[in-house]
């Protein structure tokens, strides 16, 4: 066992600079489409407008907390019906199981968040300082009139854009060109400056400064995702077999077939966002972003050698192309029965949502029991028991509906703003728009009723109509005897 | 313990301890973990001293926003007052027995009675006003005093036989037993005519008997056919409601010995606008009498009900 003399440690570990290199080819156009995309949908989202009528918010993207709804476009969800939002968060869930079970962790190389804004900043860092060698010169550098300068400037963009970040964010909680408005009127919520300097405050530091080091040392999903890879998982593969040992192409020409493919350039390093060396292998720092295989890509077709000494390949495809066979189709990989498996979870539970939304009823009627008093014993003998009704309306539109009692022989139900002595077997209303309207209501029954059970029967009294029925008890002196 | 070494796997340093073989690496943290750490300590050090921090004798340093709950909790008592001033003004400018003509202003003061209520009178009257024996149930349709809006507030301002209330609701029945009025023969008879009023009792000889002391001695105040008479708070005896109890016992223990109940004056203790709001709530526990704008309704058909909330769920 070797047991070299360790070196001193200091306090804490110096974050190693990563300074990657700009580059070209198929997966960094990838990243490009992905990128435009993801930020395009944040950013302009709540200022897509979607009409709806008066009675609502023409946002087509609201999550209107003070009002509790929820606007997807024409979709409109009411605080109990927030099981569809997670069924929607499951199926982003089971969505990263898929994607991770068919192309590995592209979710982390590509679509996350903290992938994205990275991207940015860095694109940021090239537009100031320069490419990779130019950055790392002026990092070096001592902190001379035209370091100051260009450091101040690209943190001053780096704040523009987290705070552009953080404005969005909120933009989907209110309606957002009043909301812009209020902002800088200073009539916006506490609540909406808190999170845009939250939001600003973290982008700034993850996206512009800690980067890689979020993968590496905070988020959970790295782990999760190593747990989630076997041997059918397409990773990024720097193929050895191929590669080693490596030598110049000059050494290469000397000696021919002593040497394999890489020639040591060490450009998969340069470009590398996370700053890890593939050659070593699959490791947690890879978030496989391919931008490695674009470098070895374009270096291979300089010194015409076949691409792909750096390419997705899964474990499984690894082994049989070292053993001489050629390399499987992607397309092929992707589809093995695990992949399949979660695609149709996925898909089940889309569809199970969609038949949800499609099949809800937008009339409900909910019941309250008064359980102090259970019964109330009237001046002629009658018993008497009282509720809470609610009668729910989702319509864009006023509705007039009736509740009757149905199954309590010689009942009369009134409410709290008439008298009993107007009590009647049914009560009307008129509940407005997107509404829940509480109705108090007693109920008597004739002296000697028992306690039994009966139903409240909610109908609409429109051209739609359309109504529900909740069954309840009426307690009765004697029953808990 | 074990000695530190170099893991071969890592080129780490080991921090030398050893558990069932389990080693720890000695990794350095990363700076930006000592940042968070250095971070924290600064807030603490703020927060001890601008927030109450250390305790002392009798209570902690105040810290140098004097911030305290009892503070915060007056702060946003003034704040909720602010807000319900309006309410309260309308509440205060209306005429209880126009409130119903209000129908916004008439939930808002049925909300504030509820507070008021579970504050100031469950004691007595319980949380669901359901009260007991001696104390009566405010859900009902059987009202002593009377049971629309301006006499409830009335009976609510000035008690019932409350010492010192020139106003106060004031009725004393006699205890005829215990007097000496009627022999306990005749309170028996007496009970069982009362009780029979209601079907409680048969109408034997007993109940007549009774019928002739009750007309000597309880028709001046509870009338003829025993149906009480709100003027004198003389409850009804016809009806299935006994606030002290129905039994042949419980009546004759009411002839033998009155009861005379006492509710204190509130207006001595609750300002004008919680006893407006107190009122209409007791009213809309499903007895109150006396609606302004009450529409009609048929047998078998739909009585209709001014829907004018827009809560929320």
């Not at chain 1, 290469?252 to 340069?270: L, M, S, T, W, Y």
């Not at chain 1, 966002?273 to 374009?298: F, K, M, S």
């Not at chain 2, 971070?39 to 105040?62: D, E, N, Q, R």
Request: charged share 20%.
């Amino acid at each position: 066992m070797r047991n070299p003399e360790p070196e001193p440690q200091g306090w804490y570990e110096k974050r190693r600079g990563v300074f990657p290199r700009q580059v070209d080819g198929k997966f960094r156009r990838i990243k490009w489409a992905i990128m435009l995309v993801t930020l395009g949908i944040y950013y302009v989202t709540p200022w897509l407008r979607w009409d709806r009528g008066p009675y609502a918010p023409d946002q087509a993207v609201l999550i209107d907390l003070a009002h509790r709804r929820f606007y997807i476009f024409s979709i409109e969800i009411w605080p109990q019906e927030f099981y569809f939002v997670a069924g929607l968060l499951i199926m982003a869930g089971i969505g990263l199981f898929l994607v991770t079970s068919a192309v590995g962790r592209a979710w982390c190389g590509y679509a996350c968040p903290q992938t994205v804004w990275t991207d940015l900043f860095q694109h940021v860092d090239r537009f100031i300082d320069g490419d990779r060698n130019a950055q790392i010169r002026l990092q070096n550098a001592p902190w001379n009139a035209q370091k100051i300068t260009k450091r101040a400037l690209k943190w001053s963009i780096y704040l523009v854009i987290s705070f552009w970040t953080g404005g969005a964010w909120i933009m989907y909680f209110a309606d957002a060109p009043t909301l812009v408005r209020d902002f800088w009127s200073g009539d916006a919520a506490p609540v909406a400056y808190a999170s845009v300097g939250v939001l600003t405050a973290t982008t700034f530091a993850l996206g512009g400064f800690m980067r890689e080091q979020v993968c590496i040392y905070m988020c959970p999903w790295p782990r999760i995702q190593t747990a989630m890879l076997d041997e059918k998982s397409l990773i990024v593969t720097y193929k050895d077999w191929r590669g080693e040992p490596r030598g110049s192409v000059k050494a290469a020409e000397k000696n021919p077939g002593g040497f394999g493919d890489c020639i040591d350039c060490n450009q998969c390093v340069a470009v590398c966002p996370t700053g890890i060396d593939i050659r070593e292998g699959p490791q947690i720092g890879c978030i496989t972003c391919a931008l490695c295989i674009d470098a070895c890509d374009n270096v291979m077709s300089q010194i015409g050698r076949p691409r792909g000494l750096i390419d997705y390949a899964t474990l499984d495809d690894s082994a049989s192309e070292k053993a001489g066979n050629p390399p499987t189709s992607h397309l092929k990989l992707i589809w093995h029965p695990r992949t399949l498996v979660y695609f149709a979870i996925w898909a089940a539970i889309g569809l199970g949502l969609l038949f949800a939304l499609g099949t809800r009823k937008h009339i409900d009627l909910a019941v309250q029991k008064d359980r102090n008093p259970p019964y109330m014993l009237l001046s002629d003998g009658a018993i008497r028991n009282a509720w809470t009704l609610k009668l729910k309306n989702m319509e864009g539109r006023p509705r007039p509906m009736t509740v009757t009692i149905e199954g309590l022989p010689g009942a009369r139900m009134w409410t709290d703003t008439i008298s009993s002595e107007q009590a009647a077997t049914s009560v009307s209303a008129t509940v407005a728009t997107d509404t829940i309207l509480p109705l108090r209501v007693y109920v008597a029954a004739p002296a000697g009723t028992a306690a039994q059970d009966f139903a409240f029967v909610l109908k609409a009294n429109d051209a739609e109509g359309g109504g529900d029925r909740t069954v309840t008890h009426f307690d009765a002196p004697g029953a808990e005897e | 313990m074990a000695e530190k070494r170099v893991d071969e796997a890592t080129g780490v340093e080991t921090v030398g301890h050893e558990w069932d073989g389990i080693e720890e690496l000695n990794n350095p943290l990363p700076r930006w973990w000592l940042w968070t750490f250095y971070a924290c300590i600064a807030f603490a050090i703020g927060y001890v001293i601008v927030y109450p921090a250390i305790p002392l004798v009798h209570s902690a340093t105040p810290g140098l926003w004097n911030w305290s709950s009892r503070g915060a909790l007056a702060e946003e008592t003034a704040a909720a007052d602010k807000d319900r001033a309006t309410v309260l003004a309308a509440l205060a400018a209306t005429p209880i027995e126009q409130l119903p003509e209000q129908p916004e202003l008439m939930q808002a003061a049925v909300a504030g009675g509820r507070a008021a209520f579970r504050v100031n009178c469950v004691q007595c009257h319980g949380a669901g006003a359901a009260g007991s024996k001696g104390y009566p149930t405010l859900n009902d349709d059987d009202w002593v005093w009377g049971g629309d809006l301006k006499a409830i507030e009335t009976t609510i301002k000035h008690g019932i036989r409350f010492p010192g209330d020139d106003a106060t609701r004031q009725s004393l029945m006699p205890s005829f037993g215990h007097d000496g009025i009627l022999t306990p023969a005749q309170v028996d008879d007496t009970a069982t005519y009362v009780r029979s009023l209601s079907g409680k009792d048969a109408a034997g000889a007993g109940a007549q008997r009774g019928a002739a002391l009750f007309a000597n001695n309880c028709a001046v105040c509870h009338g003829p056919d025993g149906k009480g008479g709100r003027q004198v708070g003389a409850p009804n005896l016809a009806d299935a409601i006994w606030l002290y109890g129905g039994t042949h016992g419980d009546v004759v223990s009411s002839i033998s010995n009155a009861h005379a109940g006492v509710m204190p004056a509130w207006v001595q203790r609750l300002d004008p606008v919680t006893i407006k709001m107190l009122a209409a709530y007791v009213h809309s526990l499903g007895g109150g009498e006396k609606f302004a704008s009450a529409p009609t309704a048929q047998e078998g058909t739909a009585a209709t009900v001014a829907a004018t909330s827009n809560a929320q769920p």
